[in-house]
Structures are given as C-alpha cells and as structure tokens.
C-alpha cells in the first residue's frame, strides 16, 4: 500500500519535471546557432529565398516560437515526436529503432560492472594490506584513470586484431544471415568488447567504494557483537559487513542507471554500435533537431525512472528510510 | 555467595599495546577470578585497561594488542592458547558479551528475532524454524514488552533500554557460563539503568552464572557487585569483597574515586540576591511531529509543554530530566537554536526570543552554550586557539586582539596560552571540555547554558570540571543554565533544580528541597534509581 502510493506520487512528480524538461530542451535547442533550413537548403544545392520559405513554412519554422513550443508539446503528449527532416522518418521510429541495441549494450554493461565491482571490493576488503588486495586496488585505479577511448582501442588492438577471437566492430556479422541460436551467439560476442570497455569505469569506481564502504562498516559495534556470538567470519562478512556496506553503493548504481541512453556514445561510436549514441552523434552533425530532442527526452525519461526505481531499493534495502518524502 | 572453584581465572595477564602508544602495556600482571554465582566488578577511569581483560577472555583483543604474559584460565583451558576458530566456538555458547551502545550494537538491517537465531545458527543449535520460537521465548525472559511484535522490530524501532534487554537476550541465549557485561548501562537513562542492572541480577541468580561486569560508575558497583576489582594505569589497584572496597577503601586512588563521585550529602543551600532575573521563560511550548514506529504511531512529540521559570543573575538553575524529556530542547531555545511555537524568552526584561538580524547578532554573545561532546563540538582542523577567537573576530574584534583574548581565556581555564596553537585531538576530553568552557566565554556572556557538560567525563574528570565552572561563575559573575540527567551532578552545583518529564515540568524548588524532600513520585522514583543509593552514606 504504503508503495503504491508512493509509486504513484513519484510518478505524477515525474510528470512534471518531464514537462519542464521538454520545455527547456526546446528552448535551448532554440538558443543554437544555425538555421536547419538553410542548411537542408545547403545540401540540396538551392540557395534561392523562395525554396527556403517554402521549406520554413512545410516543417513550421515560419511560426512564432510559442506556436512551435506548443505544436511540439502537444505532440508529445500524444507520442508523437516529430519528424526527422534528415532521415525522412518519424523520430519516434528512430529512436525505437536503436533503443534495444544500446540497451543491451549499457544494461550488460550495468550488470558487468556492478556484480564484479562488488566482488572485487569485498575480496579486497577481505584482503586488506595483503599484495592479492593490493593487486586489486592498483587494477581498479588503472581502469578508473584511463581514458575510455584508449582502453576501448586497445581491446580491439589485442583482442581482434592480434588474437582474433572476437569482432572489433559492428553488433553482428554482417551478410552470416544467422538465425535463433547462432544470431544470439554471434551477438554475444559482438557485444563482449563494447560492453566490457563501458563497465570498466564503473566497475572501478564500485570496487573502490565497495571496499571502503566494507572496511568503514566492519568497524562497527555490531561487527563486535556479530564476532562476540561466535559467528564465522564469512557469515560476518556477508550478512552483516556487505549488507550494510551495499547501501550507498545502491545510490551509485541508480546515477549510472540513469546514464543507459545517453552514456555510451563515445563506445558505440568506437566500436560502430548500432545504438542511440551514435543516432544522437549524427543528429548533432546534422543539426536535425526533432531527432536529438526526442533522445534528450528518452534520456531524461530513464533518469528520472531509475531515480525512483533507486528510490524504491533503498527503502527495501534499509528498513530505516520510511514515509512518502 | 560462591566461593567454590573459578570460572574464570586470570592469571599474571600482561597485554602489550602496539608501538608507539603512550604506555607499553594495557594491561600489566593483571590476576582475579570470576566465581559461579558471583559478580565480579571492574572498576577504572577511561585507559584504566578495565576492558582489555575481557577482550582477552572474548579472544577480541584490537589490532596491535597482544598477550605477552599469563595466563587465562576458563574451566581449566588456557583461552591464550586458543587460534581463533576454537575460540570462536565459545563465544556465544560458553561465555556472552552485552557492550556499552545499545544504539550501535545491533545491525541495524536485520531483524531482532533474526539478530537472535543467529546465535543458535553460529553454533548449529535447532533446526531454523525452531529458533524463531527460542528466541521468542528469550525476549520474554528479558521482559521486552509485546515480545511478538518486538521479535520482528528493526532495532530503530525500539528505545535503548529495549535494545539493551535484545543483547542481553542475545548473550544469554545459549545459557554461558560466563557473562561479559561492558558498561551495560553507561549509555541509558538512571530508570532503565536501574530496570537493566535489575534485570542482569535476576538473570545470574536464575542461571548461576559468572559475570564480569565492567563499569566506570561506583554507584553501578554498589548496587550489583560481589567482588570488586579497581584498576589504573592497566594495574590492579585494589581487590576485595564489594564491602571491603567501598566501606573501607585501602588505597588512596580508591579514595580519591569515591570522593569524586558527585556526592548525596545534602547540597548546601546557596543565598542567591533575590534580584530581578536575569531570564525569564514564559508559557514556552514547542511540538515535533514525528513519524510513527513499531511501538509509537505517527504521533506529536510535546518536547516542551508550559515550561516557565527564572532565573536570576548569578544563580545557577539545573534542568534534570531522562531523555526525552525536553531538557535539550529548551537549553536549545534559550541559546536561540530552536525556536519555540509559542512563549517568550525575556532576557533582563527584554524579548530575547522575537529578536531577528541584526538585533539578534548583537544581543546574540550574551547566551553561550557548552555542549556535551567535548570530541565532535571542535572542528578538528582549526587551531584551538582560532576556534576560541572565531566567535569574537565575527563580533568584529581584528584577529590579533581575539588570539590574545583566546590565549588569556585558555590560561583562565588551566590550559595554559600555549595550547593555542595545538589541535584539538591533542587534548583528553576533560581539556577539550575546558576549550569548550574558554569558547562558550570569548563572548563575554552573561548567561552560560552546559547541555550535559560533563556527561562524557570520567568522574575525577568530571569534578575538576564542575569546580572549573563553578569558581570562573563566581569571578567572572555568571549565570548558569546546567541541563543533566544527573541528579547527582545537578546537586552539587545547582542552587535551584528543575525536574522535567515529557515536555513538563514536574517539580521546581532549591537544590535541597528537591533531593531531600521530593514532592513528585517521579523525582522520588529518579532519586530512587540512582545507582548505590542506598549505599551511599558509607561512601561519603
């Protein structure tokens, strides 16, 4: 009851700051430079005044900014995105289009990272000043400190071009026709660069908290009273070092949650991944306004969904946090 | 009392700190034995070693401790010779422990009734549907109120003193032979104090067992020991029958102990000039709302309900209450952290409690405040000398004529000017609560409000500190709000006390008055609970 409620008053929240969202992102879209227009003008070779009032007047710039405001507002409210001028297709399709590539992409790469972030750091918190926990720490420090491109280059460096175990780009081969089993297998293995160079970063940053976190939380009085009861270390560990270390890791997971859409442009873009970074790569180069505010709302949609998805596995992870706030 | 064979039997224990501490061991040549059927107390000061022992006995001694000497001898094996995972089979089982915070003590994620089970479950005791059913029945030998709903609770969900009764129901649950109690009632109320150590007695009488109980308070002692053991400095100071110690102390720091224990001799009733007050409280009120739990639905909290009284200039008033009773609160109004729903505060006559802006930052330096925590109330990165001067330099003193001014405040509080350039983990708690003092002083205040002032102190700390505040009231003509739980405390140094109890005030009246002749059941019943009462004019 008490979650339904606030699921329900989460949401209609959300509602809101969605609609301000869109009205911000369309006023800033507004803000820069360059007349889509001309530049569609630009690339059909005419350059006379007539064809780009025409071209103003079909797609509606000719209005007063309000009027597009709440053409495009309205739209929305009705799932209706717009239309890309560039590709000659709804946004809405686009975007839906590439939406479950990148998120297989980023959702593998979420799991990736924080299943083995969280093992890495209670292994190294389990290990403190021993070399094995060490060895850890400086592995989690590289990852964290190296610039994701580079680290994505030299996968593909060594690992399809000098091994040549797995494809350096694309999200599948291209002309195998596979189907059933094989298309999933041979997804699989596209997918093991890309999403492995997008969960490094995280997965540091989840190894380095989880064992500060762990360490911090064995310093606990319950830690003493656990021991005192005659508990095995494991159990400690577990039951009541890791639980109560997990919580702010929660907060952590939700933020990078959040980034599922937007967060992985440079990836896909090294690796040719057909998804929604790439789309909104050539919608910026292309000045094709539609298509990128449509991203920005599905981004900005994801954010505030996992906010209240973090929300909601904070309360049922620490008993303490109640009420409707 | 059982004299038979020990329990427990430490002998010649010598626990060597790692290097680099201020001494080189915790504990030195340290011998006693803990009977069957007895209680035997250790007493000391903070860094007497008094826990060490025990640590030992658990097999949880800190990191860098380790035993260099001696022996420890529980039922005819040497615990020292143990590794740790034969040790771990006789904690919880053969020997319990209850610590000091109940507040911290359990996880706080985990259900009582599943913090219990763990017990059984650590040494493979009943199937696991079954141990829900123990532990059930633990929580009602305890006496937790509704133990079926308590059972499910998550430890915020209930009072210390609950909490405390969930440990104790923890470390009995495989019936030890040997109970560890560290300061088990050092973090509660005097009423649930008294209700625990009750409780800890019925339970060792019940059960036969051994316990070592570790305390830094002589009333705690009087109250529930058998045999006593003084310690200071990691030595042995003093052993004998609880009787012998406290009637007929032998050593002078056994004295020195007992004397500096607020004492229950009459206070002595101090003529304070009938002037016109310097405070006056009026009619103040103040509700929090607060959610609900287990045991308390969504519900206001009346922290303070009518409170009025005054104070005049140079009278010390005392504000005696548990937890909960709104005495913080009001300290915080008066000192303008709080601000009431309705009432006044007249400060010389004046509405102090309406003022706002500038107004309030003028008058602001005339009511300072001392608070409890000696540790977290510095900022540990400034000078002690820069945290005394802040306040002054905000005033607009220019930053050279405020460090003199601190230097001066520091000397007046027997740190010496010197110590302004130090930081403040530099300092014991009894100096840092000097620093507190010379701070709440920068300001020249008329009215000094101590919330708990010497509540983290040891006692022969405390009493310096007391004295402290008492001779710089008098030099400096100061007034004194003094808010404590300690009606002991409060006797010494109060010429008026005031009980509280949920927001109201209970009963008022001078210092002797109110200890000699309460007219309240309540204050009775909070005389009453002061542990070693009844003990208390062999002491003095």
Known sequence: MLYARLIVMRLLKAVVVLFLIVILNFVLIQLAPGDPAAIMAGEAGATDEEFLRQLRERFGLDQPLYVQLWRYVSGIAMLDFGWSYRQGMPVLDLILARLPATLLLTGTAFVLSLALGILAGSMAAARVKKPSGSLIMALALIFYATPLFWVALMAVVLFSVYLDWLPAYGMYTVGAGHTGLALVLDIAKHLVLPATTLALFFMAIYTRMTRASMLEASQQDYVKTARAKGLAPRVIQRRHILRNALLPIITLAGLQAGQMVGGAILTETVFAWPGIGRLMFEALQQRDYNLLLGIFFFSAALVIVFNIITDLVYRLADPRIKGAS | MNDTTPVLSIRGLTLALPEGADRDNAVEDVSYNVARGEIMCVVGESGSGKSMAANAVMGLLPKGVRPTAGEVIFNGQDLLTLDEKQHRQLRGLRIGMIFQEPMTALN??????????????????????????????????????????????????????????????????????????????????????AQILELIRNLQRRHGMAVMFITHDFGVVAEIATRVCVMRHGRIVELGTVG?????????????????????????????????????????????????????????????????????????????????????????????????????????????????????????????????????????????????????????????????????????????????????????????????????????????????????????????????????????????????????????????????????????????????????????????????????????
């Open chain 2, 244 to 540: 012998e110690v406290l009637d007929n102390p032998q050593h002078a720091y056994t004295r020195a102990l007992l004397d500096a224990i607020p004492s229950n001799v009459v206070p002595q009733a101090r003529d304070a000039e009938r002037q016109a007050p310097l405070l006056e409280v009026k009619h103040l009120r103040k509700v929090f709302r607060s959610r609900g739990g287990l045991f308390k639905p969504a519900r206001e909290v009346r922290a303070l309900d009518d409170i009025s009284f005054t104070l005049a200039p140079g009278e010390t008033v005392g504000i005696v209450g548990e937890s909960g009773s709104g005495k913080s609160t009001l300290g915080r109004c008066v000192v303008r952290l709080e601000h009431p729903d309705s009432g006044s505060i007249l400060l010389s006559g004046t509405d102090y409690s309406s003022l706002k802006g500038n107004a309030l930052r003028r008058e602001r330096h005339r009511v300072q405040m001392i608070f409890q925590d000696p540790y977290a109330s510095l900022n540990p990165r400034h000078r002690v000398g820069y945290a005394i001067a802040q306040g002054p330099m905000a005033n607009g003193m220019p930053r050279a004529q405020a460090m003199r001014r601190a230097e001066e405040l520091l000397e007046l509080v027997g740190l010496g000017a010197v110590a302004v350039d130090r930081f403040p983990h530099e300092f014991s708690g009894g100096q840092r609560q000097r620093i507190g003092i010379a701070r709440a002083l920068a300001l020249n205040p008329e009215l000094i409000v101590a919330d708990e002032a010497v509540s983290a102190l040891d006692v022969s700390i405390q009493a310096q500190v007391l004295e402290l505040l008492d001779e710089l009231k008098h030099k400096l003509s100061l007034s004194l709000l003094f808010i404590t739980h300690d009606l002991r405390v409060a006797a010494q140094i109060c010429d008026t006390i005031i009980v509280m109890q949920q927001g109201r005030i209970v009963e008022q009246g001078t210092a002797p008055e109110v200890f000699l002749t309460p007219h309240e059941a309540y204050t009775r019943q909070l005389l009453d609970a002061i542990p070693g009462r009844a003990h208390e004019p062999a002491i003095a």
């Open chain 2, 108 to 193: 706080p994620l985990m259900r009582v009734g599943a913090q219990i089970a763990e017990v059984f479950e650590a040494h493979g005791r009943y199937h696991a549907r079954e141990r829900q059913g123990r532990a059930l029945a633990l929580l009602e030998e305890v006496g937790i109120p509704q133990p079926e709903r308590a059972i499910r609770a998550y430890p915020f969900q209930l009072s210390g003193g609950q909490r405390q009764r969930v440990m104790i129901a923890m470390a009995l649950a495989l019936e030890p032979e040997l109970l560890i109690a560290d300061e088990p009632t050092t973090a509660l109320d005097v009423t649930t104090q």
